[in-house]
């Protein structure tokens, strides 16, 4: 079993940065944390989640067309941890985000609310 707790949402003026990060817990989750693609997804209020970027065990990337050049994913295997370091932040991003562990069995964190607002 494997929990993923997401940390690091709040509110943000737009043209701001915040850095969300999603550690991972559980008897099985350094293995698991090393072998899964990790990714983070949200989901703007009244719309369907979406994914936002991905992080795969080799280091390949993949982003959303809108967060390319604004948003950054990394992982730190020695944590458990994966982030998502978000820079130039506008309205449209308000969202609650989600981290997601991919593999045979599929892992969710609880979200965490990020609002950008002036």
């Known amino acids: 079993q494997v929990q993923l707790v997401e940390s690091g949402g709040g509110l943000v003026q737009p043209g701001g940065s915040l850095r969300l990060s999603c550690a991972a817990s559980?008897?099985?989750?350094?293995?698991?944390?090393?072998?899964?693609?990790m990714g983070w997804y949200r989901q703007p209020p009244g719309k369907q989640r979406e994914l936002v970027a991905t992080?795969?065990?080799?280091?390949?990337?993949n982003y959303v067309d809108s967060v390319k050049g604004r948003f950054t994913i990394s992982r730190d295997n020695a944590k458990n941890t994966v982030y998502l370091q978000m820079n130039s932040l506008k309205p449209e991003d308000t969202a609650v985000y989600y981290c997601?562990?991919?593999?045979?069995?599929?892992?969710w964190g609880q979200g965490t609310q990020v609002t950008v607002s002036s």
């Open positions: 559980g008897p099985a989750s350094g293995i698991i944390f090393r072998l899964n693609t």
């Open positions: 997601h562990s991919d593999g045979p069995t599929d892992y």
């Open positions: 992080i795969t065990s080799g280091n390949e990337i």
